[in-house]
């Protein structure tokens, strides 16, 4: 038998440690959280993107009465971003949430169809999107996409 280990290096951090881009970054994901239209879940979820040039870009999960037409915060943000903005490089995402008036207390991470939609652009673009993930009692920040879904299916293995 062959094994391996795939382990995820995640920082911990406090507000004040972050760089001033990282800040306005998660502000942004925190002020998109109340753009959420969320009636069915009461959960806020509100997402972030920086783009090289220094643009960000904000998303909100928006919600449907047929519950699977929902679509997350995160990829409200990254298909606004693929329509509107298409050949710019994403450098980070953050991501945000609250419900009953509350930002929770450890962050929420993205939903594995939004892993999977992150991944692609990252693949695409050749460049690593840091991950900042708010949570009330303290900050994620991941190096990419990949090493919050290490085993990934892309381009590469349709050979396209
Ligand atoms: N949601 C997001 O927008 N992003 C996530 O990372 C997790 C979940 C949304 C989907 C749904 O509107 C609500 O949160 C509850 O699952």
Not at 68 to 74: K, L, S
Not at 149 to 160: E, R, V
Request: glycine share 6%; proline share 4%.
């Amino acid at each position: 038998m062959r094994e391996y280990e795939i382990r995820t290096h995640v920082d911990v951090l406090e507000k004040e440690e972050l760089s001033a881009t990282e800040l306005a970054l998660l502000e942004a994901a925190i002020k998109a959280t109340e753009t959420s239209y969320s009636p069915y879940s009461h959960f806020q979820v509100g997402a972030a993107l920086c783009l090289k040039s220094g643009e960000i870009i904000m998303g909100s999960n928006q919600e449907n009465a047929a519950y699977p037409v929902a679509c997350c915060a995160e990829r409200t943000a990254l298909f606004w971003c693929g329509a509107n903005r298409a050949n710019e490089v994403i450098t980070h995402i953050a991501i945000a949430a609250q419900t009953e008036g509350r930002y929770t207390p450890s962050p929420i991470a993205p939903c594995g169809m939004c892993r999977q939609a992150l991944l692609e652009v990252e693949h695409k673009q050749g460049s690593p999107i840091v991950v900042l993930l708010y949570g009330e009692e303290g900050i994620h920040r991941i190096e990419s996409v990949k090493a919050l879904m290490p085993l990934t299916f892309n381009s590469d293995n349709l050979n396209i």
